[in-house]
């Protein structure tokens, strides 16, 4: 299963007598979310340019086969 920024902003946790403190776990879970959001923006840009550099090298051999 894939975890999505929005599955981490939406996790809820169990509130128990002496837990972590509800406000450092929200905090974390933005900053986990924001990092998954940049990751992934990131990954998409590569995957791009990676194609653009493909088709640029493949037209490239080609030429260089007519050459």
Known sequence: ME???N???Q???EIKFRGYNPDDVEVF???A???LEES???VLKMT???KHL????SHLLALEDTL
């Open 3 to 5: 975890t999505t920024p």
């Open 7 to 9: 599955d981490l902003r």
């Open 11 to 13: 996790q809820q946790f």
């Open 29 to 31: 879970r933005d900053l």
């Open 33 to 35: 979310a924001a990092a």
């Open 40 to 42: 992934r923006a990131e």
């Open 48 to 50: 791009e340019e990676n």
């Open 54 to 57: 493909k088709e640029r090298l």
